[in-house]
């Protein structure tokens, strides 16, 4: 059925602060989780991806936590840039299947 | 190498017309996915394909359609378009490699609406 629509929720930075963007997950069979990001009017460009048996993985500027126990994903940004105003999202898979399921999604607004 | 690719870009469509999107990759990836993303919300999983010749349902499978041609292209198709599908949509193609994971690479949507 068509579901109810809600708005993004958006988190606001100073420029040069650290942010941090939280996803839940519902499947406790997905062992692979993945942040993307998307810009106004362009398709979600990958950013970095984490496997169930890990707890962190860092990028550059970019880190991916990851907790099990709670179903609970974040993404930290350092040094925020206003090039990171976006919105980002969490996906999640299962080995055992092809599907690949976004979460809700987060906008992240920089203030210069 | 161009990605993923869609088309058309921009569609209007009549309430009860028909259309389908087409999308193609040329990176040799064998899983493919169709998502549609309304105004100010997530995406959400309408088909995909694993492997040229298969196809599933994902989340918001009602009122579409799908064929994988061949491993490059996967078609979206509106039976008879209806205002509740008014959205952009995203095809989308998923590398497998112990290297690099399962990276999906998106093309950059088709913005379709239907009166």
């Known amino acids: 059925g068509e579901s109810v629509g809600l708005h993004l929720p958006t988190l606001s930075v100073q420029e040069g602060d650290n942010s941090i963007i939280n996803c839940a997950y519902s499947?406790?069979?997905?062992?692979?989780f993945i942040w993307y990001k998307q810009e106004s009017g362009k398709g979600p460009q990958f950013i970095i991806d984490i496997r169930s048996n890990m707890d962190k993985r860092q990028g550059q500027r970019v880190t991916v936590l990851l907790n099990k126990t709670v179903k609970h994903l974040s993404l930290q940004i350092a040094a925020t840039q206003p090039g990171d105003s976006a919105v980002y999202f969490c996906?999640?898979?299962?080995?055992?299947?092809?599907?690949?399921?976004f979460g809700p999604g987060t906008s992240l607004s920089v203030i210069p | 190498n161009a990605g993923v690719t869609q088309t058309p870009k921009f569609q209007v469509l009549k309430t009860g017309q028909s259309m389908t999107l087409q999308c193609a990759q040329d990176m040799n990836h064998n899983s493919m996915y169709w998502y549609r993303q309304d105004p100010g919300m997530g995406l959400r999983l309408i088909y995909y394909s694993a492997s040229e010749g298969t196809t599933d349902k994902g989340e918001v499978p009602n009122g579409y359609n799908v064929s994988r041609l061949n491993k490059r292209e996967f078609s979206l198709r509106l039976e008879s378009a209806a205002p509740s599908q008014t959205s952009v949509y995203f095809c989308?193609?998923?590398?497998?490699?112990?290297?690099?994971?399962?990276?999906?690479?998106f093309g950059e949507g088709s913005w379709l609406t239907v009166v």
């Open positions: 499947n406790s069979a997905s062992d692979y």
């Open positions: 996906a999640e898979k299962e080995t055992s299947y092809d599907k690949v399921i």
């Open positions: 989308a193609s998923k590398e497998q490699s112990r290297r690099r994971g399962n990276t999906i690479y």
